[in-house]
């Protein structure tokens, strides 16, 4: 059994590095999980790998426990509607709004494997001719690199693209690749991976028309979600849109965003602080 000053030492780490909160109930969680990562560093157990954190700082030894911690629980076109809003209402009133410019640029935090980014391309494409001379940047970040290398890669098991994928989707958009299915060039192409910490100031990255940032404030404490949504906040224009989880909410986190009317897990910013919930702006309340 992992000793209490280890514990505490370790989740400290994943703490200050991602933000992550582990709750003393979750020792065996991050034993299970480090134990990978000791015997990669030549260690036989978890008193090991504190000993040798506590022995002078290893940068990469540090990303790989924080790595090691960070949940990637994630799949094509998860809980649909967002995906539905998306194409339904959001793109349409953008691209009116911004059809002088003809840019939008939707940013998928927490990306993980890459399923969420390549679900928005592949709405995005099946748009045809309505998108010609507009230009659509998808930006994708995560944390890890290991799952940035498979996002990038485009390879999914059997099993990944089981989960949310249509069928239709899956004929059109990949074909087989030994025992794993490699997504079309063309839908990865349009999405851009990048490693990011959403503990980070993210001002660098620009203005963000829709930012998807779902299921992943879930693991955060409250302090550090008002943080990340405020830093969100202040990529987004008026008539900017953020998605959450199913799970996840800004009320008693931030005054930034309201929820919008009829539409679940679905935000719009807020200028000059708070307002009441759900009086979001008119022309994002509507039905699907």
């Not at 514990?7 to 400290?12: R, T």
């Not at 933000?19 to 034993?31: C, I, N, Q, R, V």
């Not at 480090?34 to 015997?39: D, F, G, I, K, Q």
């Not at 993210?202 to 998807?212: L, M, N």
Request: proline share 5%; charged share 25%; with cysteine.
């Amino acid at each position: 059994m992992i000793k209490a000053e280890d514990f505490e030492l370790l989740c400290g780490i994943v703490k200050s590095r991602s933000g992550l909160t582990l709750s003393p109930d979750k020792a065996y969680l991050l034993e299970n999980r480090l134990m990978a990562v000791a015997r990669k560093w030549g260690m036989n157990d978890i008193d090991g790998l504190a000993a040798t954190v506590r022995g002078g700082p290893n940068e990469e030894l540090l990303r790989e426990i924080t790595e090691a911690m960070t949940t990637n629980e994630t799949l094509f076109f998860r809980d649909q509607t967002p995906f539905e809003q998306l194409e339904k209402v959001v793109l349409p009133r953008l691209l009116e709004s911004r059809r002088e410019r003809r840019h939008i640029r939707i940013w998928s935090a927490a990306c993980s494997s890459g399923q969420e980014p390549y679900s928005i391309a592949m709405i995005l494409k099946g748009m045809g001719s309505i998108l010609d001379n507009w230009r659509i940047d998808i930006h994708a970040t995560d944390i890890s690199r290991a799952m940035l290398d498979k996002a990038r890669a485009g390879l999914y098991t059997q099993f990944e693209v089981q989960r949310g994928l249509p069928i239709a989707m899956l004929m059109k958009y990949f074909q087989q690749a030994g025992d794993k299915w490699e997504i079309d060039p063309a839908i990865r192409s349009m999405v851009e991976f990048d490693e990011f910490n959403l503990l980070n100031d993210p001002t660098s990255k620009g203005q963000f028309d829709i930012v998807f940032c779902r299921n992943v404030l879930i693991y955060l404490d409250p302090p550090t979600k008002t943080r990340v949504l405020e830093n969100v906040s202040k990529l987004m224009p008026e008539d900017g849109v953020l998605y959450m989880g199913g799970a996840e909410t800004v009320m008693g986190v931030t005054e930034k965003f309201q929820p919008v009317n009829e539409h679940r897990g679905m935000y719009c910013c807020v200028r000059g602080g708070g307002g009441g919930q759900g009086m979001a702006p008119a022309n994002y309340a509507s039905n699907i």
